[in-house]
C-alpha cells in the first residue's frame, strides 16, 4: 500500500470514529497538567544527569509492543537487533555501538541483569506489561552499579504496590497479521501487610522471515509484606521468575537481497540456526525505615541460565557435533544505608552501601562430551563499597558527589574432550588400552584481579522554580566479561572512562516544557574485539587510543490544546577514535523521536509515533584508512494506533511500520539483518 493510501486509511479510520476528534470529556482534565521532560529519578546522583522517566501510564499509551520498541524512542537510546524482537536485541545508549551490551546496564528491581560474557541483558525476559516504571539515567549509575555503567543505566521496576484491600485481575491477548500470537495473564491481591502478584504470558511468534521464530513463556510470583516492627517501619519482597524460550536465528542477507524484493529479504540463508533459554532468577529484597536514624535496604538476586544453540550449521554433519552450550549462575547482594539530617534548615543526605557478585559460567563448543569438543569454565567474582552524598548549602543550590571501591576477579581455565591411550612399539605401534574420554585441562588457565574505581560529582541549580541547570563529571569503568577472556591479548585490562554533562530544564507554564544536555564522554583503553597489530589474529584488546563521544540531546513536551500531546527528541552526536577518520562503528551521528497524542475524551486516544536514525558506519568498518564497506543508510519508521477503552475492556489497533520501510539496525562487511516490515495488530485487554 502507498503512503497516500495509508493516509486515506488514516483519515478513513479517523471518520469512523468521530468523538476521537471532539472535545476532551470530564475525565480528561486529570492529564492536562503537563509532567517534566526529565525528573529527578530515585537513585543516587540521578539529579546531575539527563534522566527520562516512564511511568505506568506513559508505557500504556506508547504504541510499543514490546519492551526494546518501547525503548528505542527515548532519546539517544537506539535499537540494533539481529531478530526484530527482543531476544539478541540490545539498546545502545550515547553511541556505544556493538559493545553497547556491556556498556550500559539494564537494572530490574535493583539488580543488573546483564550477563557475565557477550549475551548482555535478555530483554525477552521481562514481559511489557509487567513493568511498571523506566528510569534511563544516562551518564551516570557508577557509583551505585559499578561495572558497564558507561553510558548510563536503565532501570525497570517490576515489584507491584497495592493499596490494603484493593485487588486486579487483568487478561490480555495480541496479535498481528504475520500470526504471531501473545496472551498474558496478570493477578494481584492485597490481605492487610501482605499483596500477592501472579503473572503469567505465553509467546507464539513465527517472525518477518523464515527461522525467525520466538515461542516463549515467562511466569513470575511476587509475594510482598509491608507492615511495622515496633517503631520501624518495613517492606519485604520475594519474587520467582521462570523463562522458557526456543528461537531461529535467521541470519544476514547479502546487500542484493537486502535491497532486492520482500522475498530475497524474508529468506534464511541459516535455516537450521537458532537455540533456547532456561531461566529462573530469584529475587529477595527488605527495607527498614528507622525514621531519623535512616533507612536500611537490602537485595539479593540469584538466577541460572541454561542456553543451547547452534550457529552456522554445516548440514553435511550431526547437529549434535555442532552445538554449543552455555550453562551460568549468578548471584547479587546490595545493602545499604540512607540517612537523611537537617542541617541549617535543610535535608542533607548520605548513603552507604556494599555489594558483592559471584558468576561461574560454562560453554562447551563442537557437540557436549564428543571427541574434539571444548569446554571453558569461567568464574568472576566483585565486592565493592559505595559511599554518596547530598548537599543542599542553600535552597537552590544542591551539590551531589559518590565514590566506589570495586574488586574484580575472574579466573578461566579452557579444557578438551579426549582420551588418552597406551601403546606397545615392539614389534610396531599397537594399541593396548584407552582411558574413557574426559575434558582435560587444555592450558594452564588464567586469573586476573583488579581494583576499579568509579566517581560521580556534579551540582545542580534552581534558577527559579521552572528553570534549573546541572553540570556533572563522572568516572567509570568496565571489567572484561568471561567470553572476551577466552579470546583476548594477554595484556587485557579494564577501561576507563569520563562523562562531564551540562544540562538546563525549562518549564513554560503547564503546556510546554524542554531540556537540553550537552555531553562528553572519553574511554580509555576501550575493550574492542579486531585485529591484535602483535599477533595479527582477531582478539579482544584495548585500543590504542582513546575514544569520544561528544554531542547534544534535547527533549521536548508540548500541549499545544487540552487533547493533543506532542514529545520530541532529537541527538547530534560525534562519535570517533581519537586521531583516526570515520566514526565508531553502528554509530549515527543523528537520531530523532516524535510521539503525537490525541486524548479526545475518556474512550478514544489515537497516537503517531516516529523515529528517524542517520547513516552509521558499517560493524566492520576500522577507521584506519584503508578502503571501507558501504555505510549503513538512515531510516525513519512510523507507528500508529487507536485506543478504546470502555469500561473494563480496552482494544488497541495499531500499525508498526506504517510505511513499510527497509531498514536494518545491524551491517557488517555489507551484508544486513533486515527489520520487520509494515505489521498490523490488535489487542485486547480486559481488567478490573
Known amino acids: 500500500m502507498s503512503r497516500a493510501g495509508l493516509s486515506g486509511l488514516a483519515a478513513a479510520l479517523a471518520a469512523a470514529c468521530p468523538a476521537a476528534f471532539g472535545r476532551a470529556g470530564p475525565g480528561h482534565d486529570a492529564e492536562r497538567s503537563l509532567p517534566e521532560v526529565t525528573v529527578r529519578a530515585s537513585g543516587p546522583q540521578a539529579a546531575m544527569h539527563h534522566v527520562t522517566v516512564l511511568t505506568a501510564q506513559d508505557i500504556a499509551r506508547a504504541t510499543a509492543t514490546s519492551v526494546s520498541e518501547l525503548l528505542s524512542t527515548q532519546g539517544n537510546l537506539n535499537l540494533l537487533s539481529y531478530t526484530g524482537n527482543d531476544k539478541k536485541a540490545t539498546l545502545d545508549l550515547r553511541g556505544m555501538g556493538g559493545t553497547a551490551a556491556n556498556n550500559v546496564l539494564i537494572v530490574v528491581d535493583g539488580v543488573a541483569i546483564n550477563e557475565n560474557d557477550l549475551s548482555g541483558a535478555d530483554l525477552s525476559s521481562l514481559a511489557l506489561s509487567q513493568i511498571q516504571r523506566v528510569e534511563i539515567v544516562r551518564g551516570g549509575g557508577s557509583v551505585e552499579h559499578g561495572s558497564g555503567a558507561v553510558a548510563g543505566v536503565i532501570r525497570i521496576t517490576t515489584v507491584p504496590s497495592l493499596d490494603e484491600g484493593e485487588s486486579r485481575l487483568g487478561l490480555r491477548w495480541r496479535g498481528n497479521d504475520e500470526g504471531d500470537r501473545t496472551g498474558s495473564l ?8 501482605v499483596s500477592a502478584a501472579a503473572q503469567l504470558e505465553r509467546g507464539q511468534a513465527r517472525g518477518h522471515r523464515d527461522n525467525a521464530g520466538l515461542d516463549h513463556t515467562l511466569a513470575a510470583l511476587t509475594v510482598r509484606w509491608q507492615g511495622s516492627l515496633g517503631p520501624t517501619q518495613a517492606d519485604a519482597h520475594v519474587k520467582l521468575t521462570r523463562q522458557r524460550d526456543r528461537y531461529g536465528l535467521p541470519g544476514p542477507v547479502s546487500r542484493e537481497a537486502f535491497e532486492g524484493g520482500g522475498g530475497a529479504r524474508r529468506a534464511s540463508a541459516s535455516p537450521l540456526d537458532g537455540g533456547r533459554t532456561e531461566m529462573d532468577r530469584q529475587d529477595l529484597g527488605a527495607s527498614l525505615d528507622f525514621g531519623r536514624l535512616g533507612r ?30 552455555i550453562t551460568a549462575a549468578q548471584w547479587d547482594h546490595r545493602v545499604s544505608h540512607h540517612l537523611q539530617a537537617e542541617v541549617m534548615g535543610r535535608q542533607q543526605e548520605l548513603t552507604l552501601g556494599w555489594s558483592q557478585m559471584q558468576g561461574e559460567h560454562s560453554r562447551s563448543s563442537n557437540g557436549f562430551e564428543r571427541p574434539a569438543g571444548t569446554l571453558t569454565l569461567g568464574r568472576a567474582s566483585s565486592r565493592a563499597t559505595f559511599l554518596a552524598a547530598t548537599l543542599r548549602p542553600s535552597e537552590a543550590l544542591t551539590l551531589q558527589a559518590g565514590l566506589r571501591g570495586d574488586r574484580f ?56 522554580p521552572a528553570l534549573s541547570g546541572f553540570v556533572s563529571h563522572s568516572h567509570t569503568f568496565r571489567a572484561p566479561n568471561l567470553d572476551e577472556l577466552v579470546e583476548a591479548t594477554s595484556t587485557l585490562q579494564p577501561q576507563r572512562g569520563q562523562t562531564r554533562e551540562v544540562g538546563v530544564r525549562h518549564r513554560l507554564g503547564e503546556a510546554l516544557s524542554w531540556s537540553a544536555t550537552l555531553f562528553d564522554i572519553r574511554i580509555h583503553d576501550e575493550i574492542q574485539y579486531g585485529r591484535d597489530p602483535a599477533s595479527g589474529r582477531q582478539l579482544n584488546r584495548n585500543l590504542d587510543a582513546p575514544t569520544q563521544r561528544r554531542g547534544v540531546e534535547a527533549s521536548l513536551r508540548w500541549r499545544p490544546l487540552p487533547a493533543l500531546q506532542l514529545q520530541g527528541q532529537l541527538t547530534h552526536l560525534r562519535p570517533r577514535l581519537v586521531g583516526r577518520s570515520g566514526d565508531i562503528p553502528l554509530v549515527a551521528r543523528n537520531t530523532a523521536s516524535l510521539t503525537a497524542s490525541w486524548q479526545a475524551s475518556e474512550a478514544w486516544r489515537w497516537t503517531v509515533a516516529g523515529r528517524f536514525v ?28 487507536v485506543r478504546h477503552q470502555a469500561g473494563d475492556v480496552s482494544w488497541t489497533l495499531g500499525v508498526r511500520n506504517l510505511f513499510d520501510e527497509v531498514y536494518s539496525t545491524q551491517a557488517f562487511s555489507q551484508t544486513y539483518y533486515p527489520m520487520p516490515g509494515r505489521q498490523a495488530h490488535l489487542e485486547v485487554a480486559w481488567g478490573f
Open 614 to 641: 542517520g547513516p552509521r558506519e558499517d560493524g566492520h568498518a576500522t577507521g584506519d584508512g584503508t578502503p571501507q564497506p558501504r555505510r549503513l543508510r538512515a531510516h525513519d519508521v512510523w507507528d500508529a494506533s
Open 409 to 464: 576477579r575472574t579466573q578461566q581455565v579452557s579444557q578438551r574432550h579426549r582420551q588418552n591411550c597406551s601403546y606397545a612399539y615392539i614389534p610396531f605401534p599397537v594399541v593396548i588400552a584407552c582411558s574413557p574420554y574426559a575434558y582435560e585441562a587444555d592450558d594452564a588457565g588464567r586469573a586476573s584481579r583488579w581494583f576499579n574505581r568509579g566517581s560521580e560529582l556534579g551540582a545542580s541549580w534552581q534558577v527559579t
Open 186 to 193: 496478570h493477578a494481584q491481591r492485597r490481605f492487610g501487610a
Open 296 to 325: 536500611t535496604q537490602w537485595r539479593s538476586s540469584h538466577r541460572d541460565r541454561f542456553s543451547p544453540f547452534v550457529i552456522g550449521v554445516d548440514a553435511s554433519r550431526p547437529v549434535a557435533e555442532q552445538a554449543d552450550r
